[in-house]
């Protein structure tokens, strides 16, 4: 018996590849790698370092860009946020400090600096880093805790449209990528977290964390 690493519910044998068997869930939809197949630390290192590259770089730039101007249009004054996962270039902070906010780091083999957990953000971003949680409920409860209240997470990741073409699926191949989201799994998120979903479509998801959470706190 598997459970769902994301809601806990006990998950369906879903299909076999050469190399993976994969889970899906019924209750938040989420598709999963079986944990046995996750590869080690010192693996995913290695499937990173070839990752992080220079194309990689521009496509986090013209990610981040639009939606720093986006959330600068909804929430005046400078913005802090936590780049979630991977790292962007010097040149590229730089013009987010000349357009006065800040953005702080975080990389689980580069910047691992758990200081940055100590802190709440106005904004995160996880570009190409869902995929790889191999706990994502866990990895969830960081990311909530970690944003202000009506504070933004924007998330790149290639949710699952069609179930019937998972196994031909190029996004699954990468033995790095381990959990896979359908637009229903954020659905579920949004109902069950303190999280109002506002977009989901093709690889960019939007949300906004209710304010709720605040006032509750204030209260205690
Ligand atoms: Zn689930």
Redesign the pocket.
């Given at each position: 018996m598997i459970k769902?690493p994301?809601?806990s519910?006990t998950?369906e044998f879903f299909i076999q590849d050469k190399k993976r068997a994969f889970y899906s869930?019924s209750?938040?939809s989420?598709v999963f790698a079986n944990p046995q197949s996750h590869l080690m630390p010192a693996a995913q290192l290695q499937r990173y370092g070839r990752a992080n590259k220079a194309a990689k770089q521009k496509q986090l730039v013209q990610f981040i860009e639009p939606l720093l101007s986006q959330i600068s249009a909804q929430q005046s004054g400078s913005l802090v946020g936590l780049n979630f996962g991977r790292v962007m270039d010097r040149v590229s902070l730089d013009k987010i400090e000349l357009a006065g906010h800040h953005l702080y780091q975080y990389d689980p083999f580069a910047k691992t600096d758990q200081q940055l957990f100590k802190q709440q953000y106005d904004f995160i971003c996880c570009y190409r880093v869902l995929e790889h949680f191999q706990q994502p409920a866990k990895e969830w409860q960081l990311l909530s805790k970690l944003l202000k209240p009506d504070g933004w997470l924007a998330i790149n990741t290639s949710l699952l449209t069609d179930l019937n073409n998972f196994s031909k699926w190029h996004f699954k191949n990468n033995p790095t990528h381990v959990s896979f989201y359908r637009q229903q799994t954020f659905e579920y998120l949004a109902q069950h977290s303190e999280f109002k979903l506002l977009f989901a479509a093709k690889e960019l998801v939007l949300m906004q964390k209710s304010s709720k959470s605040g006032i509750k706190r204030i209260l205690i």
């Open positions: 769902c994301l809601c519910q998950a869930c209750q938040c989420l």
